[in-house]
């Protein structure tokens, strides 16, 4: 029998709930220091411990006029499959923002010093790249 774990997933801020089935995955080695919640200024970040991550932001692209806080959020689905040198690397599997972050981008994440303390998160996807706080950092990234 083959082992499945239900996702749910909400959205702050929209009252949206996202629910499904999904297959249970492997731990990717050497990722448990990307694993998590990580915020920045108008964008959230998680990272599950099978590589799996979900992103969302505010989408000014779709909205030029727009403040960040009235802008249209994108989301974007990756998959984070190795690690190597301290950079985990894997591709985007689901985009609401094809101009940004293109399904089939490669997607990195790397580790870095926070200022004055704690770690942030650089994430590069497709022509993205943004830096995301966690507990030990807030504030470092406009959250």
């Known amino acids: 029998m083959k082992k499945t774990n239900v996702l749910a997933v909400l959205v702050a801020g929209t009252g949206a709930i996202f629910m499904g089935i999904v297959p249970s995955a492997a731990a990717v080695p050497d990722l448990a220091s990307c694993v998590g919640e990580w915020q920045g200024h108008e964008r959230n970040l998680v990272i599950l411990q099978t590589g799996s991550g979900h992103v969302t932001y505010a989408n000014l692209m779709a909205c030029p006029?727009?403040?960040?806080a009235e802008a249209p959020e994108a989301t974007v689905?990756?998959?984070?499959?190795?690690?190597?040198?301290?950079?985990?690397?894997g591709r985007v599997d689901a985009s609401s923002d094809e101009k940004n972050a293109a399904v089939g981008s490669d997607v990195t994440a790397r580790l870095a010093a926070g200022s004055p303390s704690g770690?942030?998160?650089?994430?590069?996807?497709?022509?993205m790249s943004?830096?995301?706080c966690n507990k030990t950092s807030v504030g470092q990234c406009g959250a």
């Not at 689905?77 to 690397?89: E, G, K, Q, Y």
């Open 77 to 89: 689905d990756f998959t984070l499959t190795s690690v190597s040198n301290d950079v985990a690397n």
């Open 119 to 127: 770690q942030v998160l650089q994430v590069s996807m497709g022509r």
């Open 130 to 132: 943004q830096f995301f």
């Open 65 to 68: 006029s727009c403040s960040e």
